[in-house]
């Protein structure tokens, strides 16, 4: 009988990590989380039982070397990070977490003979372009968590410059089931359910919105794919999209009141234009998004229907 392949994941009681969790489990993966004792891990209650928890603190130095000896994983998917959203603003807890944090995974890495690591890094890493974002483009963070995200993702590029199979994965909006019900397209899922009118902004940030199935893909496509080593990669759609089309194409799919558009006020800083050019990712990887934004609200309204009103209550 083969092996399972081990595979450690970091933040895996996340949004994103918990999607790609059930994944892994799914394809006979022997899955190892490491995850803070005080974790929430609501998100994975239907997979209990089937994955190796490994209490450690990412700013815990030996913990984490406890949880990768322990472990022993042939694929690493590090995505725990802090600050991802705009009202966490604690900036110790940003930097350490992100970057002491990955810096204490590599170190603990090194003696491991691992197949495939891939860091998860934002697209806030580029900060305001005018134009389509690019791997290779210029970063430039205009705030702490982008900033910490991008140190992080240079310290994984110097190990794979140094010969290990790290890839980066810069990741656009997702959205999809797990979410947290403080995004858009939950919240919005949510008044319909209720009878309620969502209020929202005018509604004309632009976003690169990609459902959470395309994410994973790309994800497990980077952990297989030595031609990816060692590069970056972004998760987006490539198309030009705002958050009105979200609230529209939820509309147009689940029904609901009309949004009150200009009842909140929008986030200070928006870029002109955030969209991602997949062009040389797809040509890496043979990646390509299987959802377009009404496919993909289509299948995450199955899912709140069945699960979501009551998983994120």
């Given at each position: 009988?083969a092996?399972?392949?081990?595979v450690l994941v ?9 999607c790609?969790?059930?994944e892994?489990i799914?394809?006979?993966c022997?899955v ?6 005080e974790?929430?891990?609501?998100r994975?209650?239907?997979v209990?039982?089937?994955y ?16 990768v000896?322990?472990?022993r994983?042939?694929?690493i998917?590090?995505?725990a990070?802090t600050?991802t959203?705009?009202?966490q ?9 992100n970057?002491?944090g990955?810096?204490?995974?590599l170190?603990?890495l090194e ?6 690591l891939?860091y998860?890094?934002?697209s ?15 970063l430039?963070?205009?705030?702490d ?6 140190a992080?993702?240079?310290?994984c ?9 790290n890839t ?7 959205y999809g089931?797990?979410?947290d ?9 949510g008044c ?11 509604g004309?940030q632009?976003?690169d ?13 980077a952990a297989?794919?030595p031609?990816?080593?060692g ?8 198309q030009r999209?705002?958050v009105r ?21 929008p986030r ?5 234009v ?24 289509e299948k995450m309204?199955?899912w ?10």
């Amino acid at each position: 009988m083969a092996t399972r392949e081990r595979v450690l994941v970091t933040g895996g009681s996340g949004f994103i990590g918990a999607c790609l969790v059930r994944e892994l489990i799914a394809a006979g993966c022997d899955v190892h989380l490491m995850l803070r004792a005080e974790s929430r891990t609501w998100r994975l209650t239907a997979v209990e039982g089937q994955y190796t928890r490994h209490d450690a603190d990412l700013r815990d130095p030996e913990a984490v070397r406890s949880a990768v000896r322990a472990s022993r994983p042939d694929v690493i998917y590090h995505l725990a990070a802090t600050g991802t959203f705009h009202f966490q603003c604690d900036r110790a807890a940003i930097l350490t977490v992100n970057v002491l944090g990955t810096m204490n995974l590599l170190k603990a890495l090194e003696r491991q003979d691992y197949r495939a690591l891939v860091y998860t890094g934002s697209s806030s890493e580029y900060g305001h372009k005018d134009r389509p974002i690019r791997a290779d483009d210029r970063l430039e963070p205009r705030g702490d968590y982008a900033l910490a995200k991008g140190a992080s993702a240079r310290l994984c590029q110097a190990a794979a410059n140094r010969g290990r199979p790290n890839t980066v994965v810069r990741i656009f909006s997702a959205y999809g089931p797990w979410e947290d019900s403080k995004r858009i397209a939950s919240y919005v899922m949510g008044c319909c359910v209720c009878g309620e009118t969502p209020r929202v902004t005018s509604g004309l940030q632009p976003r690169d919105f990609i459902y959470v199935d395309d994410v994973t893909a790309l994800l497990r496509t980077a952990a297989d794919e030595p031609n990816a080593y060692g590069r970056i990669l972004l998760a987006g759609t490539g198309q030009r999209q705002t958050v009105r089309d979200m609230v529209e194409t939820i509309g147009a799919v689940c029904g609901g009141r009309a949004p009150l558009y200009g009842a909140e006020p929008p986030r200070s800083d928006e870029p002109a234009v955030w969209q991602a050019d997949i062009e040389e990712t797809t040509a890496l990887t043979g990646w390509q998004p299987r959802y377009d934004l009404r496919t993909g609200v289509e299948k995450m309204w199955a899912w709140f229907r069945a699960t979501g009103a009551r998983a994120a209550a």
